[in-house]
């Protein structure tokens, strides 16, 4: 069975709306579909485009041929996706901080956050340096 992805005509006389489709290449336009994966108004301004890409894909794997409009379809749908590694990426990445400004300069601010971090093994090595200036 030869599987195509095309379009189906539907909506109102001299008003088409498009679906697009899976179907066997041997049935009618309007005919029986395997599947509808997506669909495709020319009427709207801009043209609405909307395909289930991660369906066509599937379809196109396993043998399915794309007409020459779903063709062109595709490639403007691809064109506006975020592919899906990508996505996953920038979900995956916690958002940053965001500083709260405090109306201090910059440097100031890191001046004083310095003493404050101290850890207890530097403050106990200050605590020396001023017994051993106090015995001298």
Do not use: F
């Amino acid at each position: 069975m030869a599987v195509k992805l095309r379009l189906r005509r539907v909506g109102a006389h001299k008003d088409p709306v498009w679906r697009v489709v899976v179907a066997d290449s041997r049935a009618p336009r309007d005919g029986k579909v395997i599947e509808t994966i997506g669909h495709y108004n020319p009427q709207t301004n801009p043209s609405l485009v909307k395909i289930d890409l991660e369906r066509a894909h599937h379809w196109l794997s396993r043998g399915a041929q794309p007409t020459e409009a779903v063709a062109k379809l595709l490639r403007i749908c691809e064109g506006k996706a975020t592919p899906p590694k990508e996505a996953a990426k920038a979900s995956a990445k916690p958002p940053e901080p965001i500083a709260e400004p405090t109306g201090e300069p910059a440097d100031q601010a890191v001046a004083e956050a310095e003493p404050a971090e101290q850890p207890e093994a530097a403050a106990a090595e200050g605590e020396e340096a001023e017994a051993a200036e106090a015995e001298e």
